[in-house]
C-alpha cells in the first residue's frame, strides 16, 4: 500500500510523469468548480432555495463570521483566499472515503504549496493595509534587535503549517495501513471515520493559522 500519493504514478510518458498527487488536486479543483458553478447558475434570492444553495449559503457565512471575528475587520478582502484553503483542504480530505482515491494532502509537496500560499499572502495583505513601511515595520517590532527572529519566526511558521498538516494526514494512514493487516475490517472502518473528522478539522486549523497570520499583518498597533 502506497502512503503518499507521489508514490502512485498515474501516467508515465518519457519525461512526462503524472502521480496521484497531481491527478488528485486537479480532480478536488474541478469537483469545487464544477459545484460551485451548478449551484450558482440558478441563484434564488426568495424564500425557497435549493438545499445546495442554502449549504453554500452557510458556508460562506460561517467562513465570513470567523473572519471578522479573528481579524477584527471587514472579511470581504480575505474572503475568497481563506475559503479556498478551507474548501480545498476540507475536500482533499472528505473524498478519501472513495475507495482508490489517495487525499493530496497527504503529500508534503501540496502542504507545502499551501503553506507557501499563506507566506506569500501575508505580505500582501498587509502592504495593500498598512503600506509598504507600515509592514516592514512589524520586523523590527518592539526593537530592531528582534528582525532576525521576526524573519525566523515567518520561515518557521510556514514550515510548521505545511508539517503539520501533511503529518497528520500521513499518520492517519499509516494507522490505518497497519490495522488493516493485523485486525478485522470493523476498526479500520471506525479508523477510517475518525480521519475525516480528523480532516476536516484540520482543514478548519489550517484555515484559521492563516487568518490568524494576516490578521497580525494587517492590524495596525
Do not use: H
Not at 441563484?43 to 467562513?63: A, C, D, H
Amino acid at each position: 500500500m502506497q502512503l503518499s500519493p507521489d508514490e502512485i504514478t498515474v501516467w508515465d510518458l518519457g519525461p512526462v510523469t503524472l502521480n496521484a498527487t497531481v491527478v488528485f488536486s486537479w480532480l478536488v479543483m474541478i469537483i469545487l468548480v464544477g459545484g460551485a458553478w451548478l449551484v450558482t447558475r440558478n441563484l434564488s434570492s426568495g424564500p425557497r432555495i435549493s438545499r445546495w444553495q442554502n449549504l453554500l449559503e452557510t458556508v460562506v457565512v460561517l467562513t465570513r463570521s470567523q473572519i471578522r471575528d479573528i481579524t477584527q475587520q471587514d472579511p470581504g478582502r480575505y474572503m475568497a483566499f481563506i475559503g479556498t484553503l478551507f474548501l480545498f483542504i476540507s475536500m482533499s480530505n472528505l473524498l478519501s472515503i472513495i475507495p482508490g482515491y489517495s487525499a493530496p494532502t497527504g503529500s508534503l509537496s501540496t502542504t507545502a504549496a499551501l503553506a507557501i500560499c499563506v507566506f506569500v499572502a501575508v505580505p500582501v495583505f498587509g502592504i495593500m493595509e498598512r503600506g509598504v513601511l507600515g509592514y516592514l515595520r512589524n520586523y523590527i517590532e518592539p526593537t530592531p534587535l528582534m528582525l532576525p527572529f521576526n524573519i525566523i519566526s515567518e520561515l518557521s511558521r510556514t514550515m510548521a503549517l505545511a508539517v503539520r498538516l501533511f503529518g497528520n494526514i500521513m499518520s492517519g494512514r499509516i494507522l490505518i495501513a497497519i490495522l488493516l493487516s493485523i485486525v478485522p475490517l470493523l476498526v479500520p472502518v471506525v479508523l477510517e471515520i475518525l480521519g475525516l473528522l480528523i480532516g476536516q478539522i484540520q482543514a478548519y486549523i489550517f484555515a484559521v493559522l492563516a487568518t490568524v497570520y494576516i490578521a497580525s499583518a494587517t492590524t495596525k498597533s
